[in-house]
């Protein structure tokens, strides 16, 4: 199937930005302290990806973008306001370790992980919507990244 080959791309993608985004910054944090604003950027998205989690049943989550059998729609916790909390979550950690590197490279992994996020949450929204009758629902009334702007 072309969607899960996709889905199977875009995850390897994006462990692997994160990975790099990882190294640069844990040598960023060798060479000297992290900005405070970094650090709580991280911590809100380590909360943010926790609650996601919690508001999941066991064997509901997914990393790849296509629902799992038997799965079903969430619609409680982080996801009452935003489709994909998990993404968003991610962004902000890849935010914060841009913003500890502060170089170049490091925010072009962030800008990278982004659109890897964006294309990923996509090509899952299709899917969720051939899946879920109830999904087009869902999806009118929250935003996809940002509660209440995007």
């Known amino acids: 199937m072309p969607h899960r080959a996709s889905g199977q791309t875009l995850v390897i993608i994006q462990f692997l930005t994160l990975a790099g ?16 604003g970094a650090l709580v950027l991280a911590l809100c998205s ?6 996601a989690l919690s ?4 064997g509901n989550f997914n990393i790849h973008p296509a629902p799992r059998d038997g799965g079903r729609l969430i619609d409680s ?3 009452r306001l935003i489709r994909h909390p998990m993404y968003t979550a991610l ?3 890849g935010g914060a370790c841009g913003w500890i590197t502060d170089s170049f490279p490091g925010w072009m992994l962030w800008l990278t992980l982004v659109c890897v996020l964006a ?5 899952e929204e ?7 009758a109830d999904y087009v629902g869902y999806r009118a009334r929250t935003r996809a990244f940002i509660p209440f702007v995007f």
């Open 126 to 132: 299709w899917m969720l919507a051939r899946s879920f």
């Open 55 to 58: 508001a999941n049943r066991p």
């Open 119 to 123: 294309i990923k949450g996509l090509l």
């Open 77 to 79: 916790g982080p996801y």
């Open 91 to 93: 962004m902000m950690f």
């Open 46 to 51: 380590i909360a943010l990806g926790g609650w």
């Open 21 to 36: 985004q990882l190294l640069l910054a844990g040598q960023a944090l060798v060479d000297g302290p992290a900005p405070p």
